[in-house]
């Protein structure tokens, strides 16, 4: 038989799934198999499962041949489960696993904690959907709880929109994308900068070193809630920075503080392979030193004028605003070579909203309400490494970064 062939189990041939239970030691799986071994069976399917020491392996196998030999075959699994003070239950039917329905997809559920009824929710939504909930896995323990549900049986989209509802009414951070091949294949992942990738507004850094942070923070607070046009928000923004003297700059960038969680994520992404970029409203005075310092692959933001070691209160080249950042997303999409549904965006503002909803995942970051009702999904946690897991990205392969490249460094440049 070639490798492309199904194996021979038709639906009315008889199988046995084998099923035990008890305390977890090194042999088990292969003890089984030998046992299994002497009657000549062919291995279907195997899932395995270990929880507080506790192990749960299933082996669904074709039934020997001859009148007598499951008989015998059942004696000998309970007698060898016994020795090892293990629980075996035997069950006889016909045939494979019944097959996935169509529709298959990832939901990614993030807790903190993660409670028993958050999740008896999601639960029923997904069946409420027409989904069927094939299997469970646990991403991460800490900082949050993460777990992964493969589902079938239902479109991702209307599925996304199911769960997007459901975890604004019982508030945890829910993430849908669809199942197959590209998704775990290579990405690019492009964030938002102000409140997102670090903690401040880098223009109220600035107001505050020309005495109007006040009047600058409640303009871009309306702006970001999407009260404002952004452009002319920035332009207005901008102007009451005139006559700044240049060394300013270098004092910002001192100023500016990452989002926990930031190193760990870009250098976890980077090890794995994924290209990172970022896109701004606000200035590639400190976006240029951001890309230098965290091994970034793309930066865009606007530039602030400078004549005579003094900020004009301009502008200058291509305006950065909400289809700016969207556009950006695709041209650093097209010069990385990943295809647009293999893009990430994360955000947390309505200036961010058209990048978050070009991309094949759009991700709200402790975002302003607008923005957490129109992205794919929302992370409400102060995290920024928490994105990984909706990208099916275990804890064990973040501690194997911070393992080869050491803990998160403090939370300035």
């Not at 799934?17 to 069976?41: C, E, M, N, Q």
């Not at 062919?42 to 041949?65: F, M, N």
């Not at 970029?277 to 951001?290: A, K, M, P, Y």
């Not at 909203?353 to 929302?378: C, I, Q, S």
Request: charged share 20%.
């Amino acid at each position: 038989m070639s490798a492309s062939q199904p194996p021979q189990t038709t639906d009315a041939a008889p199988t046995l799934l084998v099923k035990i239970f008890g305390k977890d030691r090194p042999g088990i799986t292969a003890g089984l198999f030998d046992t299994l071994a002497a009657y000549s069976l062919d291995v279907i399917d195997i899932e395995q499962v270990v929880t507080r020491g506790r192990i749960v392996l299933c082996a669904l196998v074709t039934s020997p041949a001859g009148g007598g030999a499951e008989g015998e075959l059942r004696a000998t699994v309970h007698s060898w489960a016994d020795s090892l003070k293990l629980q075996a239950e035997i069950i006889s039917g016909t045939g494979d696993n019944r097959p996935r329905g169509s529709g298959r997809s990832h939901v990614t559920v993030l807790g903190h904690p993660l409670s028993a009824e958050s999740t008896a929710a999601i639960a029923a939504r997904i069946t409420s959907t027409g989904g069927n909930i094939d299997r469970i896995f646990r991403l991460a323990k800490y900082p949050v709880t993460a777990v992964e549900f493969a589902v079938s049986g239902t479109p991702t989209e209307p599925l996304r929109t199911a769960l997007a509802t459901e975890a604004a009414e019982i508030g945890v951070d829910v993430a849908v994308v669809s199942a197959g091949l590209h998704h775990r294949a290579q990405r690019l992942v492009v964030m938002d900068v102000d409140s997102t990738l670090i903690q401040d507004e880098v223009i109220e850094l600035f107001a505050a070193h020309a005495g109007c942070e006040e009047q600058v923070a409640e303009v871009t607070a309306r702006a970001m809630a999407g009260e404002l046009d952004f452009e002319q928000s920035l332009h207005a923004r901008v102007a009451l920075l005139a006559g700044l003297d240049a060394s300013v700059v270098e004092k910002v960038r001192a100023e500016v503080r990452l989002t926990p969680g930031a190193r760990t994520l870009i250098r976890t992404l980077k090890r794995l392979g994924y290209q990172v970029g970022v896109v701004s409203g606000g200035f590639t005075q400190v976006t240029d030193g951001l890309k230098d310092q965290l091994g970034l692959d793309f930066a865009s933001a606007n530039t602030l004028e400078i004549v005579d070691g003094k900020l004009t209160g301009r502008v200058v080249g291509e305006i950065v605003d909400r289809a700016g950042k969207a556009r950006l997303l695709r041209r650093f999409a097209a010069e990385a070579g990943v295809p647009l549904s293999q893009t990430v965006a994360i955000g947390d503002g309505a200036n961010d909203l058209d990048m978050l909803n070009a991309a094949g995942l759009g991700v709200a970051f402790n975002a302003k309400p607008v923005v957490r009702r129109a992205a794919h999904t929302a992370v409400n946690v102060p995290f920024l490494d928490t994105v990984l897991y909706l990208l099916g990205i275990t804890r064990e392969e973040v501690e194997e970064v911070e393992a080869a490249e050491g803990p998160e460094a403090g939370p300035s440049l």
